[in-house]
């Protein structure tokens, strides 16, 4: 679900790499619910890969936004350079409000404007990285609840006082020869 979310609002911002990692997202973790329910290791090691290809990511994301290092949020990294376009929710976050003016004065950007936004709430890289995190939380709850319980009764196996109960002969007279009568 988380997944399908932070597609929406890539897809809003044409972000073209992280549409690219949560398009992938969604068909491994479609593969490693198959392979789970389906006891097909391959899938489920393409997706234990995939996991930590996911986590790499998910960091990659928080440093990219937060800039740790050389990266910048203002560079255009995260749509493979094709355009400048940014997160969503640098325009659109909780309480920003958008003015746009136009471009005077040069010839064939009559079309084009300025665009200023001010009043955010949040700035939007702090949602954004809530929405990694998010992601992040959504890969370890689903580990969780994936996990497979080993609680199952051998018909009293593995309680101390089973319900059903047998009684053993001691083990000198399973060794005891018997004989027939010819």
Not at 37 to 51: E, H, S, T
């Amino acid at each position: 679900i988380a997944a399908l979310e932070r597609q929406v609002f890539d897809f809003l911002g044409y972000q073209w790499a992280p549409i690219l990692a949560n398009f992938l997202q969604i068909v491994v973790i479609i593969l490693g619910l198959f392979g789970t329910l389906q006891y097909r290791p391959r899938y489920v090691v393409a997706y234990a890969i995939w996991a930590a290809v996911w986590v790499t990511w998910n960091v990659f994301l928080i440093c990219f936004y937060m800039e740790v290092g050389d990266l910048s949020k203002e560079s255009d990294l995260l749509t493979f350079h094709v355009s400048q376009h940014q997160s969503w929710w640098s325009e659109h976050g909780p309480g920003c409000v958008r003015k746009e003016s136009p471009v005077t004065g040069m010839p064939g950007l009559e079309s084009h404007s300025y665009v200023s936004v001010v009043g955010c709430a949040i700035e939007y890289q702090y949602i954004e990285v809530l929405h990694t995190l998010l992601g992040l939380c959504m890969l370890y709850v689903t580990s969780v609840f994936q996990e497979e319980e080993d609680s199952f009764d051998f018909i009293g196996g593995f309680d101390p006082f089973p319900l059903y109960h047998v009684n053993e002969k001691s083990s000198h007279l399973l060794f005891k020869q018997t004989y027939l009568p010819s």
